[in-house]
């Protein structure tokens, strides 16, 4: 039987849960900007988004 591993990478210690909650505002600010212009300055959220993921992708670079 095939066991996935996400459970133990989601609750890892290593895991820094603030990072994703920055990113999910990232994402939903960027969507509420696309569909009605309700949040002024919402396409700075793709750049927030893109921050965020070099910020891990280069931690991750570094790390190993």
Avoid: E, Q, T
């Avoid at 509420?32 to 988004?49: A, E, S």
Wanted: hydrophobic share 55%; proline share 2%.
């Amino acid at each position: 039987m095939l066991k996935l591993n996400v459970i133990d990478k989601i609750n890892s210690a290593s895991r820094n849960s603030c990072v994703d909650v920055f990113r999910a505002v990232a994402i939903i600010v960027v969507v509420l900007y696309h569909f009605n212009d309700i949040i002024p300055f919402g396409h700075l959220g793709v750049d927030l988004f893109f921050v965020i993921s070099g910020l891990l992708v280069g931690g991750i670079l570094i790390k190993n």
